[in-house]
């Protein structure tokens, strides 16, 4: 029997409506893919500007104000890590959204001999997404008090 005959309209129809399910997951974590690479890309920003400022002004500086930027740059490079981690999560989330919706399509060939494989692969994806986003929990935990801490460092005035 040639598995590809012997469907109706309605159950590829069915197929297709349900490897569209991934796809939506796909594009959420495309979402969530865009908007770390830009968190990403200001930590890098901020640190290279820090890393400058201190390069240039750090002999100027007291041994207090210098040692605070140094370890200040020391929790940029920490909340980096955490951000490339979301990151390396959320892009295996998609791999494994995208082997999902294959796997839909696969299943229904084979005549569901494997029924529970995109379960387990959703569920796996599920798990990195949530993995992710905690990383991103904990780099945010990290960020709320640096910026007046490197403002107290670099004389900034208060308001």
Known sequence: ?????????????TIISAMITPAILILASGNLVASTLTRLGRIVDRARALGDHLAVHG???????SAELTDILRMYRKRSIYVARALSAYYAAIGFFIVTSLTIALDNVMQSLV?????VL??????????GTLGLVIETNLASGMLGRELDVLGAPKT
């Not at 002999?59 to 104000?65: D, F, H, L, R, T």
């Not at 029924?115 to 379960?119: I, K, N, R, T």
């Not at 959703?122 to 993995?131: A, K, S």
């Open 1 to 13: 029997m040639n598995p590809f005959i012997s469907h109706t309209p309605q159950s590829s129809l």
């Open 122 to 131: 959703t569920v796996m994806g599920v798990l990195l997404l949530l993995l």
């Open 115 to 119: 029924p529970w494989l995109a379960v």
């Open 59 to 65: 002999k100027a500086m007291s041994g207090s104000a």
